[in-house]
């Protein structure tokens, strides 16, 4: 299952650049992110149950 999306890392990354020096964006930033917000999440999901609840809020993130 993939939560991000090439295409949209490239359009955020035009966003964000705003000078326009970027103009392409490697796989491995894709597989990099899905780690990141993987861990992100997983950390999230042990907060949310250390909290003894079942619902992850944007706090436990």
């Known amino acids: 299952m993939s939560l991000i999306i090439k295409s949209k890392i490239r359009e955020s990354v035009k966003k964000i650049d705003e000078e326009g020096v970027i103009g392409n964006v490697a796989n491995e930033v894709e597989e990099e992110l899905e780690k990141k917000v993987e861990d992100i999440l997983r ?4 907060r949310a149950k250390a909290n003894q609840r079942k619902t992850l809020l944007a706090r436990d993130l």
Not at 43 to 46: R, S
Request: aromatic share 0%.
């Open 43 to 46: 950390k999230g999901i042990a």
